[in-house]
């Protein structure tokens, strides 16, 4: 069945490094969706990439995907304390339509040392 | 996000009794949805409805069921709760495709 990846699961950096997550799918996908969620909290939309190629930047927060539309990568440059979550990519759930029903990944937690 | 509401927050309860977990949205989307969150597994869909009185199963179905009479609420029950459900159980909301947007979520354990 379809399934959507993302590595590493966990990743602890001191502050002030680079963070990268990836998403891999199985199935081309039309968009794709980044969320984060801090911990004991709930997850939250952060941007939505459709095109082929196309990179989004929020401040300091990089996002692709790919040629193909089967991978993506979230990006954080100089990683703050107040970037700790779990930060999840998801894709329309593969014959879905526009029912807005989405495939998860499993997510990457990030830690940051102060 | 206040336009998104469940209840309760925390629940206890036992093996074989029934649980209802509600959801109330104050945005009128038509599309709402019911995930579980477990660690290794990220969001799995429960079920989802695209409008009042349309409901269909999403990936992890088995031991629940949903009604939506009301736009506005999307009810999750447990008719009889099994240990594997203990988990934490998000309701979401959406214009179609658009981004979806999560409640504050209901931790669940069954004892």
């Known amino acids: 069945g379809q399934q959507v990846m993302q590595i590493p699961q966990y990743q602890h950096v001191q502050e002030g490094e680079d963070f990268t997550t990836y998403c891999n799918s199985s199935t081309t996908l039309s968009n794709i969706q980044w969320y984060k969620q801090r911990p004991g909290g709930h997850p939250v939309f952060l941007i939505q990439?459709?095109?082929?190629?196309e990179v989004k930047k929020q401040k300091r927060l990089t996002f692709q995907f790919g040629e193909a539309k089967k991978n993506s990568s979230l990006h954080i440059t100089a990683t703050q304390t107040t970037d700790v979550g779990t930060y999840f990519c998801a894709g329309p759930l593969k014959g879905s339509g526009n029912t807005g029903k989405l495939i998860f990944g499993q997510g990457t937690t990030l830690q940051v040392k102060p | 996000d206040a336009g998104i509401t469940q209840s309760p927050r925390y629940k206890i309860t036992e093996t074989g009794r029934q649980v209802t977990l509600m959801c109330h949205q104050t945005?009128?989307?038509?599309?709402m949805f019911w995930y579980r969150q477990d660690l290794g597994h990220g969001l799995r869909l429960i079920y989802y409805?695209?409008?009042?009185?349309?409901?269909d199963k999403g990936e992890v179905p088995d031991g629940y069921v949903v009604s939506r009479s009301k736009t506005e609420n999307f009810p999750l029950t447990l008719e009889s709760a099994t240990r594997s459900q203990t988990s934490v159980y998000f309701c979401?909301?959406?214009?179609?495709?658009?981004?979806?947007?999560f409640g504050d979520g209901t931790r669940l354990s069954i004892l």
């Open positions: 979401a909301s959406s214009v179609g495709h658009q981004p979806q947007h």
């Open positions: 409805s695209a409008a009042a009185d349309i409901t």
């Open positions: 990439l459709v095109k082929s190629g």
């Open positions: 945005w009128s989307h038509s599309y």
